[in-house]
């Protein structure tokens, strides 16, 4: 597989713009199950886990299929998963730190 991008100069506003929607996204999901499953009052080491797993479930498990059906390189998937779980890892700080207490 190639990916071809069009000539010219290339910005990376529109990704980044995109690439905050999807957290914005993932970091709603990850809040919607964490809600409906902890109450207000909720420890932050439980906000922490609901939100974490389902925030790397959202940015790095469906990156696996690549590597399974597009014969992408598993070190570069391995490496995705990496960030997908850094990312998940703050997203559960965040939410952990602003509970409702």
């Not at 970091?27 to 919607?32: E, I, K, L, V």
């Not at 696996?64 to 997908?84: C, E, F, H, N, P």
Request: glycine residues 14%; positive net charge; contains cysteine.
């Amino acid at each position: 597989m190639l990916t071809v991008f069009p000539g010219g100069s290339m910005g990376m506003g529109k990704q980044l713009v995109q690439w905050f929607v999807y957290a914005v996204v993932v970091g709603g999901f990850a809040g919607y199950v964490a809600g409906r499953a902890l109450p207000s009052a909720a420890p932050f080491g439980s906000v922490f886990c609901f939100t974490g797993v389902t925030a790397f479930v959202g940015y790095a498990l469906a990156l696996w299929q690549m590597s399974i059906w597009y014969r992408r390189s598993w070190l570069t998937t391995t490496k995705a998963t990496v960030d997908g779980l850094i990312y998940a890892l703050l997203t559960a700080g965040t939410f952990g730190w602003l509970w409702p207490h």
